[in-house]
């Protein structure tokens, strides 16, 4: 596929769909990833339309031409057709509830960015059309014994960044893209400010175990001798640029592995999860003091302000069990051990109470 000049150049589409995928990233300011997947999405469906009323066309689903299609076409879309494209979906495509879902959020906010945002037309097809039904799963994370056997069986050539990479994770809950993208000048007084989806900016206290990792990386960094990227916080020893998502979820990875927890499906965004659970297992933490540090987007900032004051976040983020572990490369200090003895004998107890208690 040709690179796009920039990321609303959208050619392969109608120009209703562009003007849609411009007012996405002008007006609702969604992030180029998010655009790209509602172009994808909406040229699915346009395609699969083009072939349903044209039966005769001899192209391959790929390469169906669906940029000329008009607004006379769009306006004579009905419900049934949409939902024939959820059965075409299933069916064809096996694609699950989840991805049917998206497609059928892609269609809707197409349609009412033509009805109501612009009136280009009278009647919204998409308007009763149901999300499929999901099946909900209860997240995965690891437990605490995995957590501290995760930071204890490091193996790497800059450890001390690997290290505070994964000890973030494991306390802030951060997301892969939120911690890829912070800068040296996004932390104060004990805090790091987060940029989440949407642009929409947080901030997350950082306990003992944060501070000192964090420490320890910034000593070994400054004295590298290539910073090509100087404001990133995490960068490759290599080239001294900022790390890549991937390059992280390599690292996160080869520590899973290295620790003997390759093959259990954890992830980066699992740690993720793992924060979150820790601290409310083990430290309170309630629901909403959980949305404010996760930067959970169905919350926003002026609701959750009007019930939690800063103290209570602190107060959650370092009630972490993990909040003042630091283990130093290649140690076997018996104090830390004994402190991870006592943990794990306090994971032990909490589980006799944990009951059915989770985090979505």
């Known amino acids: 596929m040709a690179e796009k000049k920039n990321r609303y150049e959208y050619e392969d589409v109608p120009q209703d769909v562009r003007d849609y995928l411009r ?16 172009h994808i999405d909406l040229r699915t469906f346009f395609r699969y339309l083009y072939g349903v009323r044209n039966p005769q066309c001899a192209q391959a689903f790929e390469d169906r031409n669906i940029s000329g299609l008009d607004r006379a076409f769009i306006a004579a879309i009905t419900k049934e057709e949409i939902f024939d494209y959820l059965y075409y979906l299933k069916e064809e495509r096996r694609n699950a509830p989840a991805a049917r879902a998206r497609k059928l959020s892609s269609i809707k906010g197409f349609f009412t960015f033509m009805t109501v945002k612009t009136d280009r037309l009278p009647f919204d097809p998409a308007r009763d059309v149901s999300v499929p039904a999901q099946r909900k799963t209860m997240p995965k994370y690891l437990s605490l014994e995995e957590s501290m056997e995760l930071l204890k069986n490091i193996q790497s050539g800059f450890y001390t960044r690997d290290y505070c990479i994964l000890t973030l994770f494991l306390n802030c809950g951060m997301r892969l893209s939120e911690l890829v993208g912070i800068n040296l000048g996004d932390f104060k007084e004990g805090t790091v400010r987060i940029v989440g989806k ?22 070994e960094r400054a004295s590298l001798p290539r910073l090509v990227d100087k404001n990133a916080l995490f960068i490759s020893k290599r ?26 499906g954890y992830s980066v965004h699992k740690l993720r999860h793992t924060a979150a659970t820790l601290m409310y297992r083990y430290g309170g933490a309630d629901m909403l003091a959980l949305k404010e540090i996760l930067g959970h987007a169905h919350v926003t900032t002026t609701e959750i302000y009007t019930h939690i004051n800063t103290e209570r976040l602190q107060k959650a983020v370092r009630s972490s069990p993990l909040s003042k572990l630091h283990f130093e490369q290649k140690s076997e200090d018996e104090s830390i051990q004994q402190e991870t003895e006592d943990l794990a ?5 909490a589980a006799g109470q944990d009951g059915q208690d989770g985090i979505q």
């Not at 306990?207 to 964090?214: D, G, I, Q, S």
């Not at 004998?345 to 107890?349: G, I, L, R, Y």
Request: hydrophobic share 25%.
């Open 23 to 38: 007012y996405m990233g002008t007006v609702n300011n969604r992030s180029p990833r998010t655009i790209d997947g509602y």
């Open 345 to 349: 004998e306090q994971d032990s107890q």
């Open 239 to 264: 080239t001294g640029r900022r790390m890549s998502n991937r390059r992280v979820e390599q690292v996160v990875e080869q520590c899973l592995k290295t620790a003997g927890l390759e093959g259990r």
């Open 198 to 219: 949407g642009d929409k900016e947080r901030l997350v206290y950082l306990n003992k175990a944060c501070e000192m990792a964090l420490k320890d990386y910034l000593e």
